[in-house]
């Protein structure tokens, strides 16, 4: 190999070494500025959160309170809602129980009615006593049913213990099974609430 040819290759080398250097130090650059930038940004994220904390020490005490306050009267305010929504509850349970009681107590004087005009003669109804006690019957009747008062039917239906109470039964094969043939004392009910249950006989 000529003298030429040996600095050719010894220079071919050397520039090889220079760019695997080169190579090695700009990685090694690389990886410092990585770890730079995590760093600063582990500082900012630090800084922030100094910053926050910061801010919430020194918040205003008025506004502060003025939250307090704020949340004080919602609870107030909703707890008073659901005082008033039960208040009205109990008193609408109050009335209906009240107008229950009333109607039982008036219903025994339309059981009287109807008794004092079964036992009277077809001539006795046209007289004028009777025709002002049959107003003052219908004026009842119509009291009741404004107040949403109904009578049960009951003759010729079959028995239901929600709506009857069976105070005799008899063997009769004219009619059906668990039919009611005879109807005691009428039973009524209320806004379909039964507030009093008919008395009646039903066939076997």
């Known amino acids: 190999m000529s003298k030429k040819e040996t600095k050719s290759k010894a220079e071919e080398v050397k520039k090889?070494?220079?760019?695997?250097?080169?190579?090695?130090?700009?990685?090694?650059?690389?990886?410092?500025t990585v770890e730079e930038t995590k760093e600063a940004s582990k500082a900012?994220?630090?800084?922030?959160?100094?910053?926050?904390?910061?801010?919430?020490a020194k918040k205003d005490p008025k506004d502060l309170k003025i939250a307090e306050l704020?949340?004080?009267?919602?609870?107030?305010?909703?707890?008073?809602?659901n005082f008033r929504k039960r208040t009205e509850k109990e008193k609408s349970a109050m009335f209906e129980m009240g107008a229950s009681d009333i109607i039982?107590?008036?219903?025994?004087?339309?059981d009287n009615f109807e008794r004092g005009f079964k036992s009277v003669s077809d001539e006795e109804l046209e007289t004028p006593f009777?025709?002002?006690?049959?107003?003052?019957?219908?004026?009842?009747?119509?009291?009741?049913?404004?107040?949403d008062v109904k009578p049960i039917e009951a003759v010729g239906n079959e028995f239901n213990p929600d709506l009857h109470n069976a105070v005799m039964h008899v063997d009769d094969e004219s009619v059906g099974e668990n039919i009611i043939i005879e109807e005691f004392e009428k039973g009524y009910t209320y806004r379909d609430s039964v507030i009093?249950?008919?008395?009646?006989?039903?066939?076997n």
């Open 104 to 110: 039982k107590k008036l219903l025994p004087v339309i």
């Open 44 to 56: 900012e994220e630090t800084k922030t959160s100094e910053a926050s904390d910061s801010k919430e």
């Open 130 to 147: 009777a025709k002002g006690m049959d107003m003052v019957y219908k004026q009842f009747l119509k009291l009741l049913e404004d107040a």
């Open 16 to 32: 090889t070494e220079e760019t695997s250097e080169a190579s090695t130090d700009t990685a090694a650059k690389t990886e410092e």
């Open 70 to 81: 704020t949340d004080r009267v919602q609870r107030q305010m909703a707890e008073f809602d």
């Open 196 to 203: 009093r249950h008919s008395m009646v006989k039903v066939a």
